[in-house]
């Protein structure tokens, strides 16, 4: 007994100096998704949600990619090569030169998603302390990447009065330290739907040439570009391809986002060769999710045309609806298939929590991301949300109702808390 007790109590010392690391304590949690126990605990209630907080496109996938999948007559499943399967990147090379990358099997690494594509290039170009510049609002997702990395994202911020269009060049070149080893840009624009022109790209790159930095560019959501408009893709400018970095994923082109597929593009050699590394270290990417991505490569312009016109619609039913709400501000997003709004309140947050817990709408409600995450500049974004439009015409009719009633019910609510406040000063 005195032996068992003397063992509790030194577990119990031991156990008391145990410590998580800094990286595990700073890591941010995702805007997008800490409102979730928030969601189910409406929906355990009975209440429809109308999920307007994350880009997961209610959009088919392909069945092609399905059908490929069930083919697969393999008696094990083995693991893969790290670069990825023969066949899928080649589906990846002919995809890519489609669009003028003009790359070889040697330029690319598949990845686990886009996610584990942008974790390793930024573990590729700089090492713990360093600094990447990227225009805010930009996808969460970088500050928690970032962290792993033991970077520093710094902002360079954008307004939604000229929808989010990068500043001056001046204005980028004053956030470099001695610390910034990369530039990165998401084009189409996660959370704005931004789509940067050629000139903007074109500083980006200059900027990158010039201060001898990497360029990491965020295309995943090429193909959603809207009003006529053409992706401009920096792998259209060979003469800084050293400098050049492409990230990518299948995971909103083909509504395939449990897939986790990506990809890691560059022809700066050393690079390719330290991300190689990396991918060798996780030992390969999923085996029949290639298989169904070598058939959704297969699909033809007519997909993309279709698939385009469908979100260009949903924005054109987001917008209209949002510019009929008093005091919301939005800019036409021309790209992607979000769109930050500026709303009638004082705290986003708090009126993204009060949907899911206070209000309803014959019983429905929705769900919207709180904008303050998409910045790193403290106290910006407080009274703006993105919203994903992801839905089917009907749902996004629906939603957009629901949002403007319960805008109308969290302004009477807010103006009777302040008028009761009034009375207590008064008193």
Not at 123 to 130: I, R
Not at 357 to 365: I, P, Q, V
């Amino acid at each position: 007994m005195c032996r068992w007790m003397i063992f509790l109590g030194v577990k119990g010392v031991i156990m008391n100096k145990l410590k998580i690391s800094k990286r595990a304590k700073e890591m941010q949690a995702s805007p997008i998704r800490k409102l979730t126990p928030y969601a189910q605990a409406a929906k355990d209630k009975g209440r429809k949600i109308f999920h307007l907080n994350i880009g997961q496109p209610d959009i088919e996938t392909p069945d092609i990619m399905f059908k490929a999948i069930r083919e697969y007559k393999e008696k094990i499943l083995a693991y893969g090569p790290s670069q990825g399967s023969a066949d899928y990147c080649d589906s990846l090379v002919k995809y890519y030169n489609k669009l003028d990358f003009a790359i070889e099997k040697e330029h690319l690494v598949v990845t686990t998603g886009g996610s584990e594509a942008i974790i390793f290039a930024m573990l590729a170009v700089a090492d713990p302390g360093g600094e990447i510049i990227v225009p805010e609002p930009f996808y969460t997702n970088y500050n928690g990447f970032a962290t792993q990395a033991g970077l520093t994202i710094v902002p360079v911020l954008t307004v939604a009065e000229n929808g989010f269009h990068l500043p001056a060049e001046e204005e980028v070149e004053k956030r470099i330290t001695p610390h910034t080893r990369a530039l990165m840009l998401c084009n189409p624009n996660n959370p704005t739907g931004t789509v940067y022109t050629r000139d903007e790209v074109e500083m980006m790159i200059r900027i990158a040439v010039k201060h001898r930095l990497f360029l990491i560019s965020d295309e995943v959501y090429r193909e959603f570009i809207y009003d006529g408009l053409k992706h401009v893709s920096v792998m259209e400018f060979p003469e800084a391809a050293q400098n050049l970095i492409v990230v990518d994923s299948i995971s909103k082109r083909f509504s395939a986002c449990g897939a986790r597929l990506g990809a890691v593009i560059s022809k700066n050699a050393e690079l390719m060769s330290g991300i190689m590394k990396f991918a060798q270290a996780r030992l390969c990417p999923p085996t029949l999710e290639q298989i169904g991505g070598v058939a959704l490569h297969s699909l033809n312009e007519n997909y993309y045309r279709k698939i385009r016109s469908e979100y260009q619609h949903r924005r054109d039913i987001v917008v209209n609806s949002l510019s009929k709400m008093p005091g919301v501000i939005c800019k036409k997003p021309q790209g992607a298939f979000y769109v930050i709004a500026k709303l009638p309140v004082i705290d986003a947050e708090h009126y993204a929590l009060w949907l899911l817990t206070d209000f309803d709408s014959n019983g429905e409600t929705v769900m919207v991301a709180p904008a303050q995450g998409f910045y790193s500049t403290p106290n910006m974004g407080l009274d703006e949300v993105r919203l994903a439009y992801i839905l089917n015409e009907k749902s996004l009719l629906r939603a957009m109702d629901v949002l403007a009633e319960s805008l109308e019910k969290y302004k009477g609510k807010k103006e009777q808390l302040q008028a009761g406040n009034e009375m207590v000063m008064q008193a």
